[in-house]
């Protein structure tokens, strides 16, 4: 079984930054791509970003190119998302989850195509 434990979360003022970490229980962590979704309230749960098995590749929705970034340590099972000039738009719970196709040669983007979640972390950006 593959737990993934968010962290990092947490107030902040628009233009801040945060990180959001994600570790995951288990040894399948390396060979499977990771992304991270959002989900604000009366809204729908949303990709935000996602990085391949290697690392090598990335991709983001358009509203948070160039502020966040996403990145993972294999060697610690962790990912993560560098969160840079956040706005109140930015307010939600972030979630990470794990491809559920071992070595997928593009990246997941949609939420059918991820298997394990975590139980989530709340940012807010105040105005």
């Known amino acids: 079984q593959v737990q993934l434990v968010e962290s990092g979360g947490g107030v902040v003022q628009a233009g801040g930054s945060l990180r959001l970490s994600c570790k995951a229980s288990g040894r399948t962590f390396t060979n499977y791509g990771m992304g991270w979704f959002r989900q604000a309230p009366g809204k729908e749960r949303e990709f935000v970003a996602a990085?391949?098995?290697?690392?090598?590749?990335?991709y983001y929705v358009d509203s948070v190119k160039e502020r966040f970034t996403i990145s993972r340590d294999n060697a610690k099972n962790t990912v993560y998302l560098q969160m840079n000039s956040l706005k109140p738009e930015d307010t939600a719970v972030y979630y990470c989850?794990?491809?559920?196709?071992?070595?997928?040669?593009?990246?997941?983007?949609?939420?059918?195509?991820?298997?394990?979640w975590g139980q989530g972390t709340q940012v807010t950006v105040s105005s």
């Open positions: 989850a794990r491809d559920n196709v071992v070595r997928r040669p593009q990246l997941a983007i949609y939420s059918y195509q991820y298997t394990y």
């Open positions: 990085i391949s098995w290697s690392g090598g590749s990335t």
